[in-house]
């Protein structure tokens, strides 16, 4: 009795020996599963998602696809090499030689971007065409005022109930870049601002622009107002022959006539020889254009360079992150055509 007594206990912890042994292999084996499973599960590091956003470029919002121009300015055939716009801030620039329709430099010169006030040489050449007597009047009102007011734009000054002669509308559009002006225009016209628009864009066909596309007079933001580099300088180019906008676009200082609401006449300044004399690049005078800016479009500038020897060069800086950018890129697109103004020169 005692052996048998004395087995018993023996056999009872070799079973569980051998069931702890079981246990610890499963537990193992599950284990060594488990670990294989999280190996072979492909893993995104973090790093370079960071690094990823980190080095993401803003881009403007999208319009519509980029379609490839048929403008009638061509790239040079000589080898077809511009020379390096490196030393241009604006996002967008060209350089063009309208009587041999060349483009003599660029930067990102056919990519859609938003023009701004620029998009009021188009306003002036469409008015121009449009309008007989530019001494006849237009009487202003606060219910064209108030909505520029209200969507902060540029204003020439005119006031409610001022009569205002056609020709103090145009000098109004160009030189302080004025939307009431603009929209005075485009009422007397085409009897609205969305009627003047189409007669704008009828513009562009006619001008085979097929990167432009305009939805107001003055050039306040939307995202379906467009156009690129290369297309303002072509309106700019259609402007210039035009003599009446040649004088507008190229005066320095305008005063309206005298009314009951000033009685002393506005006097206006052109935005853009704000910014400059125009024979800062020697060889060339830089004696009009048309300066543009709103948030999404950044600083804008179009203008026209005449030589000693009456030879006409246009250039168009856009996107600019300073008032100062697009004149000092100006300079530097000028510079190609005399050498006396180097694409690095610090600003």
Not at 79 to 97: H, K, M, Q, R, W
Not at 178 to 186: E, I, K, P, Q, V
Request: aromatic share 6%; hydrophobic share 40%.
């Amino acid at each position: 009795m005692q052996k048998e007594t004395s087995k018993k206990p023996a056999a009872k912890n070799s079973q569980g020996v051998i069931w702890l042994l079981l246990v610890m292999i499963v537990v193992i084996l599950g284990g060594m599963i488990a670990i294989i499973a999280v190996l072979s599960t492909p893993v995104t590091p973090v790093a370079t998602l960071e690094s990823e956003a980190a080095f993401t470029m803003p881009t403007l919002p999208p319009t519509e696809p980029t379609t490839e121009p048929t403008s009638p300015v061509q790239y040079p055939s000589e080898n077809g090499v511009l020379p390096s716009t490196e030393g241009i801030d604006s996002a967008y620039a060209v350089l063009i030689d309208p009587e041999n329709d060349l483009i003599l430099a660029e930067k990102s010169a056919d990519q859609k971007m938003y023009p701004a006030s620029m998009t009021k040489l188009m306003t002036l050449i469409v008015a121009i065409e449009h309008i007989e007597d530019l001494n006849a009047t237009f009487t202003m009102t606060q219910e064209i005022i108030d909505p520029l007011i209200e969507a902060n734009a540029s204003r020439a000054g005119f006031l409610d109930g001022e009569k205002c002669t056609f020709r103090d509308l145009l000098f109004g559009a160009a030189l302080p870049s004025g939307a009431d002006a603009t929209t005075a225009l485009a009422i007397e016209v085409a009897g609205s601002e969305e009627a003047f628009v189409e007669l704008m864009n009828e513009k562009v066909e006619e001008l085979e622009l097929v990167n432009t596309h305009f939805t107001n007079a003055s050039g306040l933001h939307d995202l379906d107002h467009y156009s690129t580099a290369t297309d303002i300088a072509l309106i700019l180019e259609y402007c210039m022959m035009n003599d009446r906008c040649r004088e507008i676009i190229s005066t320095y200082v305008h005063t309206t006539r005298q009314t009951e609401q000033n009685p002393a006449g506005i006097t206006m300044n052109n935005t853009m020889f704000n910014r400059m004399y125009g024979t800062e690049v020697e060889g060339i005078t830089i004696t009009g254009g048309k300066t543009g800016y709103t948030d999404e479009a950044g600083q804008c500038l179009a203008s026209y360079g005449v030589t000693p020897d009456g030879k006409t060069y246009i250039a168009v800086t856009a996107g600019g992150t300073s008032k100062w950018h697009p004149v000092y890129d100006a300079f530097k697109l000028y510079g190609v055509v005399t050498g006396t103004y180097p694409m690095d020169e610090e600003e």
